[in-house]
């Protein structure tokens, strides 16, 4: 094994695939990738409004991003990270098909129930179309206190 994708959004299914995915690449000798997609904005926002609400995705998305890096000490092993914008399933397994990913990771829940209904199990997509091993990452019940 080369390389491992987890796939991050902030959330305490994510916070524990990153886990799951630096406990592998430690043991594998891997590189790790961790991407965290932007969202575009949902439908009905008028034209003008689509580049700042984006910005201002983009800019979350790398908060996040910085305060994980001040997280994860990972002597030993080499990370990537990188946002992008679309789909978090989509671009998931785009871009395990592009770096030729050995191992996905992801977490069982994302951000919103919304989300989840409106657009299915991001997960589930990511099993269904990934070109390699995916691992899906169940949050602990004690997850969410840890996380605070």
């Known amino acids: 094994m080369h390389d491992v994708l987890a796939g ?14 630096k406990n592998l690449a430690e043991k594998e000798g891997a590189r790790l990738h961790i991407l965290m997609v932007a969202r575009p904005p949902d439908w009905g926002k008028l034209a003008y409004e689509v580049p700042e609400l984006l910005e201002t995705e983009k ?15 990972l002597p030993g092993v080499t990370v990537q990270y990188e946002v992008i914008v679309g789909h978090p399933a989509k671009e998931l397994v785009l871009y395990a098909e592009r770096h030729n990913i050995d191992h996905v990771v992801v977490g069982h829940r994302g951000r919103t129930t919304f989300d989840r209904w409106l657009l299915g199990s991001i997960a589930r997509q990511v099993i269904a179309y990934a070109p390699c091993s995916v691992t899906i990452v169940r949050d602990r019940p004690d997850a969410a206190e840890a996380h605070r």
């Open 59 to 73: 800019r979350h998305c790398q908060d996040l991003i910085t305060e994980l890096k001040g997280k994860l000490g």
């Open 8 to 21: 991050y959004d902030g959330s305490a299914s994510a916070q524990e695939a990153i886990r799951f995915a």
